[in-house]
C-alpha cells in the first residue's frame, strides 16, 4: 500500500518537536544542572496506513517520540497534531477520546499484560472501557474474532500470560492493541524480544492485519532489517534529531549522512556473506546531556570537516528524500551520499 | 554503501594462517562428548541437554547458534562447573587432554578464568558495581598471572589499552557505573585476557549493545584473536554475527546440535529443515523485498519432548520416520564437513555436483 500524501492531509504531523529533561550532572549537590535534550526538535509527517520506520541507537529520542505521538509526555516545544488536531497531554476526556484512535505495542508483551487475567478478558478490555455500548455477548464474539485474526486458538481464551509463549503474549497484545480499530498504532521494538522464528511470524502477522484494517504506524526499531521489512519509509535518528529520511530501499541501499552509512554498514546479516566492507566508528554516542556544538554526529564521523565542528547543518527535504549533512549535498544541487571514509573502512578481516 | 570486495580474511585462510595454530590434524583444543544435563526440578530431573558433541580447534572460531532455551549456554556453563547444584551434569568435555566433568574446585579454579576465559551478555552486571575497573582487572591478574602491586596496575592499563580504551590510565581508577556498555564490555575483554585464555567463551557478548558499538567489538574480538591465536566459541542468537565471525557453525534446537557445518556452507546452503527455516524466517537489507516464511509453532518445552525428532511438529519435511526415535548427527550426504541431525537429509540436501536439468530429467524417468 503507498500512500497518496498529495490527496489526503496526514494522519499524522510532528512540527519543532522537541522534549528536554532537566537533569543534575554527577557531583550530588554540587553538580551543574544542565539539559537533557531527548529530542530536539523534530519535523515528520505520516500519512493515513503509512508505515514510518523510526531507526537509531539507545539514547537517539526514539521511544521520547512515541510518547510524545501518544500525548504521555508533554513537548518541552512544538507540536503533534492527529487528524488535523493537537494532540492533547492532559489525560483527561479529550486524550482518552483520541487514545481510541492510536494503540501502542512495546517490546516487553509480558509488562504490557496483566498477570492475573485471562487474555480473552484482557483482549475485551479496551472494548468494556470505550465502547459501553456494546453487550457483553458482543465484547466477547469481538474477542474471540481478534483472537483468531491474530492467530490463537479459541482454546487459549482462558489461558493467562504466563502461560504463553512469548510469541503468543505478542499477538495478544497486538489484538488488544487493534481491539478498537485504531489509525494509529506506536509499535515501540514490537519483535526485539522474540526469538527469529517467532519474529517473522510476528511481522507477517502485522502486515497482514495492516493490509486488513489499514491502520498507520509508527515503527520503532534498532534492527534495519525489520524496519525494511515494515516500514513504507524510514527515518534515522541521532541524538534527538533526524539526520536521514527516505524509502527503505533509498535510505538502507544508498545512505546519504555518514551515520546511516555507518549504521547500514554494521548491520550483521548471514545473507550479505563475509565481503562487505564495514565502517566502524570510533567511540560511542556522546551524552545527549552535553551534545557537541555542529553536527552532532561531528566527533564520530570519519569525514567530517572544519565546517561541521561550528555550523549544525538542517535537514533540508527534496522530494520524500531529506538528509542533515553538509557533505551529503551534491555540487548541482541535490543529494548525493557523504564521501565513504577511506581509512575508517575496515574490511571483514581488519 | 561500501560493498567493494576484500581480500580473504586471515580466518578464510585458516589452516595456513600462523595464528591459527597447529594444523587441523592435531588433537582439537576442546571436545565436548555426549554432554548431558539434567536440572532439578523438585521431584524430578528434567533433561536440558541431550548429548551434545563438539569441537573447538586452536584458534578457530566455533558459532553456536539458537533460540533461547536451546541449550547453547548451558552447554559451556555445564563444560565449565558453573551450573550449581541444580543441575545433574553427565558425558565428558576435554581441554587440552584434561577433564573437566567431575574435576575438582581446584583445578577447574586454575583454568577458569585463566585458560579458559567467560564473556557475559550484560557486562554491567558481571562486573562488580562497588570496585574499580583497576582493582577488578587486578583480581584476575593475581589469580592467574601472580601480578601484585605496579607490576598488576601497569598490565591492567596495557589490556585496557589493548581493548582500545582511552586514557587507559584514568579509567582503571573509575567504577562500571561511569563506563558505557561498550566501554564495560571491553574491560570484560581486558579481564579475560588477563589470564592469556587458550579459549574464549563468549556468550552473546554484542547482544545489549548498539549497532555501531556491536561492530567495534566483533572487531576487536577479530583483532585479539588473530593476535594471539585464541580460540572462540561464539554463542548468538544472531545469526548475522554468527556469519560475519565464525568459521564453523553448530546450530542447536532443542538441547541438542542439530547441523555443524562450515560457516559458509551453512548460510549458502543450510541442510537440516530447522536451519533452512530460521534463515528463510530472517529479514534482509539486500535483495528483492520478499515475504517472510515463517516456522509455524513454537519450541516444544524440554519437560514435553516428542518421542521422536524435537522439530518434527514444525517441520515441513516431516515423516513418519520422524517420531520414533531422535535422530543423530551424522555426515550430510556428499559433504562430509557436515553434519546434521535428520532422518530425511536424503531426500532434502540435493546431490552436491550442479545438476543439469537433463540430468534431473533422467533420474525421475
Redesign the interface.
Known amino acids: 500500500m503507498s500512500p497518496d500524501l498529495a490527496s489526503s492531509e496526514p494522519l499524522l504531523t510532528a512540527r519543532g518537536l522537541a522534549r528536554h529533561y532537566g537533569v543534575r550532572l554527577p557531583g550530588g549537590l554540587m553538580g551543574r544542572r544542565a539539559t537533557l535534550k531527548a529530542v530536539d526538535g523534530i519535523d515528520f509527517d505520516l500519512a493515513r496506513g503509512e508505515i514510518l520506520g523510526l531507526v537509531g541507537e539507545s539514547g537517539c529520542g526514539k521511544s521520547t517520540t512515541a510518547k510524545l505521538v501518544l500525548g504521555h509526555v508533554a513537548p518541552s516545544a512544538g507540536e503533534v497534531r492527529f487528524d488535523g488536531a493537537p494532540v492533547p497531554v492532559d489525560h483527561g476526556g479529550d486524550w482518552r477520546r483520541l487514545r481510541r484512535r492510536m494503540q501502542m505495542i512495546y517490546q516487553d508483551p509480558l509488562g504490557a499484560l496483566d498477570r492475573r487475567l485471562p487474555i480473552a478478558a484482557q483482549i475485551a478490555e479496551p472494548l468494556q472501557i470505550h465502547r459501553p455500548d456494546l453487550s457483553r455477548a458482543d465484547r466477547g464474539a469481538r474477542a474471540a474474532e481478534l483472537m483468531r485474526a491474530v492467530g490463537l486458538r479459541p482454546d487459549q481464551a482462558a489461558r493467562y500470560p504466563h502461560e504463553l509463549s512469548g510469541g503468543q503474549r505478542q499477538r495478544v497484545v497486538i489484538a488488544r492493541a487493534l481491539a478498537l480499530d485504531p489509525e494509529l498504532l506506536v509499535c515501540d521494538e514490537p519483535v526485539s524480544a522474540l526469538d527469529v522464528s517467532v519474529q517473522a511470524q510476528v511481522l507477517n502477522l502485522l502486515e497482514d492485519l495492516r493490509a486488513r484494517t489499514g491502520f498507520a504506524a509508527l515503527f520503532i526499531s534498532h534492527d534495519l532489517k525489520v524496519v525494511r521489512q515494515m516500514a513504507d519509509r524510514v527515518a534515522v535518528m541521532y541524538l534527538g534529531r533526524i539526520v536521514e529520511e527516505g524509502s527503505p530501499e533509498e535510505v538502507l541501499h544508498r545512505p546519504l549522512h555518514p551515520y546511516t552509512q555507518a549504521l547500514v554498514s554494521a548491520a550483521p546479516s548471514p545473507h550479505a556473506g563475509r565481503r562487505r566492507a564495514r565502517i566502524v566508528l570510533r567511540g560511542d554516542p556522546p551524552n545527549p546531556v552535553e551534545a557537541p556544538a555542529g553536527c552532532s554526529f561531528h566527533p564520530r564521523c570519519p569525514v567530517a570537516v572544519a565546517r561541521c565542528r561550528t555550523e549544525r547543518p538542517p535537514l533540508l527535504r527534496e522530494g520524500r528524500r531529506a538528509v542533515a549533512c553538509h557533505l551529503a549535498q551534491a555540487a548541482g544541487g541535490g543529494f548525493a551520499p557523504a564521501p565513504l571514509p577511506s581509512a575508517a573502512v575496515s574490511g571483514a578481516a581488519a | ?11 578464510d585462510l585458516h589452516g595456513a594462517s600462523p595464528a591459527a595454530g597447529p594444523a587441523p590434524s592435531a588433537a582439537p583444543l576442546a571436545t565436548l562428548r555426549g554432554l548431558t544435563v539434567d536440572f532439578d526440578i523438585g521431584e524430578r530431573y528434567v533433561r536440558a541437554l541431550h548429548g551434545v558433541d563438539l569441537t573447538i580447534a586452536r584458534g578457530e572460531t566455533l558459532g553456536v547458534v539458537g ?2 532455551g536451546c541449550g547453547k549456554s548451558i552447554t559451556w556453563l555445564a563444560a565449565l562447573g558453573l551450573l550449581g547444584p541444580g543441575a545433574r551434569v553427565g558425558g565428558s568435555a576435554v581441554f587440552d587432554g584434561q577433564e573437566l566433568i567431575g574435576m575438582r574446585p581446584r583445578g577447574l579454579d586454575r583454568l577458569r578464568g585463566g585458560r579458559i576465559a567467560l564473556i557475559f551478555q550484560d557486562p554491567a552486571s558481571a562486573l562488580n558495581p562497588v570496585q574499580r575497573i583497576g582493582r577488578q582487572i587486578g583480581e584476575s591478574l593475581a589469580l592467574h598471572r601472580g601480578l601484585r602491586g605496579r607490576a598488576a596496575r601497569d598490565e591492567a592499563r596495557r589490556l585496557l589499552d589493548r581493548v582500545g580504551i582511552a586514557n587507559a590510565a584514568q579509567r582503571l581508577d573509575e567504577y562500571p557505573h561511569e563506563l ?1 556498555g ?2 564495560n564490555q571491553r574491560v570484560m575483554i581486558a579481564m579475560a585476557l588477563a589470564g592469556e585464555p587458550d579459549l574464549l567463551i563468549a556468550d552473546e557478548p554484542t547482544t545489549a549493545l ?7 567489538i ?2 576487536l574480538l ?2 585479539l584473536q588473530a593476535e594471539s591465536g585464541m580460540a572462540l566459541a561464539l554463542i548468538s ?8 565471525m565464525a568459521d564453523r557453525v553448530a546450530v542447536m534446537y532443542s538441547g541438542r546440535v542439530i547441523e555443524e557445518a562450515p ?2 556452507r551453512l ?1 549458502a546452503a543450510p541442510a537440516h529443515p530447522y536451519a533452512r ?3 528463510a ?7 528483492p ?1 520478499r ?6 509453532g ?2 516444544p518445552p524440554p519437560h514435553a519432548l516428542p518421542p521422536g525428532c524435537a522439530f518434527a511438529a514444525r517441520c515441513p519435511h516431516v515423516d513418519g520416520v520422524c517420531e520414533t526415535a531422535p535422530p543423530p548427527l551424522r555426515p550430510v550426504p556428499g559433504a562430509p564437513a557436515r553434519r546434521a541431525a535428520c532422518a530425511r537429509l536424503e531426500a532434502l540436501v540435493r546431490p552436491p555436483e550442479p545438476a543439469p536439468v537433463l540430468q534431473r530429467q533422467e533420474q525421475r524417468a
Not at chain 2, 548498539?210 to 567495534?216: F, G, L, N, S, V
Not at chain 2, 542468537?237 to 560475519?244: E, F, P, T
Not at chain 2, 524466517?281 to 535483495?287: H, M, Q, T, V
Open positions: 554503501m561500501p560493498t567493494a570486495p576484500l581480500p580473504a580474511s586471515p580466518r533460540e533461547s558505557s561498550g566501554m548498539d549497532a555501531t558499538i556491536q561492530a567495534q566483533l572487531d577479530r583483532d542468537h544472531d545469526l548475522g554475527v554468527i556469519a560475519d560457516a559458509g548460510f527455516g530460521l534463515l524466517a530472517l529479514p534482509d537489507i539486500e535483495g523485498k515475504r517472510l516464511e515463517t516456522i509455524p513454537s519450541v
